[in-house]
């Protein structure tokens, strides 16, 4: 990047430590008790994002005539980053300026890595080396699962996630197991994460591979397509493990979404025989516990669902009480928004509608819908094959993810958020080439 000027290989950096990222600094702390060492791998994926956006500006030949070829999806985030960049100086809110900045930062950092997106052009060989980061990622997961279920006991057990989580963000271990209630079922059974944060951000992160590994699979010779095969087993057993409930959905709205796509109804068909197998399983074969822990999910008399259920009533009280936004970093998960202001939190939708309004959610949800439009009319008209590979992928992650945003603050989960980001600006680039033949 430095030496060459290959700024656009940010993203290998990216995919290969987003996953590890919790386990990094899990096992720095553990090894050497330094938070300063600790912060330092913190800010890694930021600094980096940074530096390759500083070599962009520094290796752009006539930097100061960038041509400004806009298209609704980049205007859409800009003017969702100049509002959030409005509500970080506005008065408004109890949360401090520092707080308000690093939301701040947490909503720039994707910004950025969607502009790199967009300026990226890759070989088909780069390309094809990002989406083998991809497989190895998901292959990887499932492999941890698998020892952990093999060996009954989380690997975060064993990378000092607990004391790390109490030493630098003052959090108590919680549940049964000494980590914290999410890595728990209402059944008080293991619920595993593999090498990620936790096992809702590896059930959506799985995702990712899953569509990867499909398309991929839907567009080489079948005599080469046995390993794409394995990535999808391997993605669906890892959602298996995360036993996430708005991912497990998920991947059934993402199988509809690319059966529309393809018009593949057989594929609607085997989606509607794994979700009537499903039923058919808890209804006969299911313990007491899993029966009734699903169907107390269903009518909203598991804890969790009246969680959030609770938590989206809070934010939707705090939106009509502040049509115009309660002020940055009042709601969601993230380690600059204090329990003592927060808000609700457990809808990304909700979540950007408490801090800046009404109008901040719709502008947000605009974003995610021409975002998937595009993407998808990218997919259908390139006669770019790998283009086509990362539109395709962007656009069914994209889709897949609309439901872990109602029940999370799933924009912190950096590794599918950061990289599906930066998929629909290396799309977005493609569209522009489309319509007006300029990228």
Not at 105 to 114: G, R
Not at 317 to 328: E, H, Q, R, T
Not at 388 to 410: C, E, H, M, Q, Y
């Amino acid at each position: 990047m430095v030496f060459k000027g290959k700024w656009e290989y940010v993203v290998y950096f990216l995919l290969a430590y987003l996953p590890f990222h919790i386990t990094v600094l899990s096992l720095t702390y553990q090894t050497t008790y330094s938070p300063i060492l600790v912060a330092f791998f913190q800010l890694a994926k930021d600094l980096m994002v940074i530096l390759g956006f500083v070599l962009f500006l520094l290796f752009h030949k006539n930097i100061f005539e960038y041509p400004l070829r806009l298209n609704i999806v980049d205007r859409l985030f800009l003017f969702f980053i100049g509002l959030a960049l409005l509500f970080m100086f506005l008065p408004i809110g109890e949360s401090s300026f520092v707080n308000k900045a690093f939301y701040f930062k947490n909503m720039l950092i994707p910004a950025i890595v969607y502009f790199l997106g967009r300026n990226t052009r890759f070989t088909d060989q780069e390309i094809s080396n990002f989406f083998k980061v991809i497989f190895v990622i998901a292959v990887a997961a499932f492999l941890v699962n698998l020892l952990e279920s093999t060996l009954d006991t989380h690997f975060q057990s064993y990378t000092g996630y607990a004391l790390f989580n109490q030493a630098i963000y003052d959090t108590a271990p919680s549940g049964n197991f000494g980590l914290s209630w999410t890595f728990e079922t209402q059944a008080i059974t293991k619920r595993f994460a593999s090498f990620f944060s936790d096992p809702l951000e590896m059930a959506s992160s799985v995702l990712l591979g899953f569509a990867a590994g499909l398309i991929w699979y839907l567009s080489s010779k079948r005599e080469d397509s046995s390993i794409y095969l394995l990535v999808m087993f391997c993605s669906l057993a890892s959602l298996f493990f995360a036993s996430s409930r708005a991912a497990f959905a998920a991947f059934f709205v993402m199988i509809f979404f690319i059966a529309v796509v393809f018009r593949l109804y057989k594929l609607i068909f085997f989606g509607f025989a794994m979700a009537l197998a499903f039923i058919v399983y808890v209804f006969i074969f299911a313990s007491d516990d899993f029966y009734y822990f699903v169907v107390d999910t269903i009518t909203f008399e598991n804890a969790s669902s009246v969680g959030h259920l609770v938590e989206w009533l809070i934010a939707l009280d705090s939106m009509i009480a502040n049509p115009l936004g309660a002020g940055l970093a009042m709601s969601g998960n993230v380690g600059s928004v204090t329990d003592d202001v927060r808000i609700g939190g457990e809808n990304q939708f909700l979540i950007y509608g408490v801090q800046m309004g009404f109008l901040g959610m719709i502008v947000y949800i605009l974003l995610l819908g021409y975002s998937i439009s595009y993407a998808i009319s990218v997919f259908r008209n390139t006669d770019n094959l790998m283009t086509a590979r990362i539109s395709f992928t962007a656009a069914a992650v994209k889709t897949g993810l609309l439901l872990p945003l109602f029940t999370a603050n799933a924009e912190m989960y950096a590794y599918v958020s950061w990289i599906s980001w930066w998929m629909v600006g290396y799309a977005m680039s493609e569209y522009n080439r489309i319509k007006t033949g300029y990228a």
